[in-house]
């Protein structure tokens, strides 16, 4: 069985740090793409970045470019996100994704295996 595994969230005042961790299990990721998403209280979920399946390529977006830096160790197959400078507005549960496909997508549409999602919140 396919799972993937968040973990590192938890509560943070504004301008703080966290690194969100995503270990799959039951198959390698190694030659996949892998994202991050995130969904606040009565907001859709939304993209925040992605990797491919090497590391070469990634995509942010917007709202936490320069601040958020996605990275991956296939031997461990895990994915992490270290989010700096948070802000209040970056308070949702954050999920880990990853998809068929070798190249990086925003489309959380894209994305089959999901993880259970961990929760950042950050306050002012």
């Known amino acids: 069985q396919v799972q993937l595994v968040e973990s590192g969230g938890g509560l943070v005042q504004a301008g703080g740090s966290l690194r969100l961790s995503c270990t799959a299990s039951g198959r390698t990721f190694s030659n996949n793409a892998m994202g991050w998403f995130r969904q606040a209280p009565g907001k859709e979920r939304e993209f925040v970045a992605a990797i491919s399946w090497s590391g070469g390529s990634t995509r942010y977006a917007d709202s936490v470019k320069g601040r958020f830096t996605i990275s991956r160790d296939n031997a461990k197959n895990t994915v992490y996100l270290q989010t700096n400078s948070l802000k209040p507005e970056d308070t949702a549960v954050y999920y880990c994704?990853?998809?068929?496909?070798?190249?990086?997508?925003?489309?959380?549409?894209?994305?089959?295996?999901w993880g259970q999602g961990t929760q950042v919140t950050v306050s002012s």
């Open positions: 994704a990853a998809r068929s496909g070798a190249v990086v997508v925003t489309s959380h549409s894209a994305y089959g295996y």
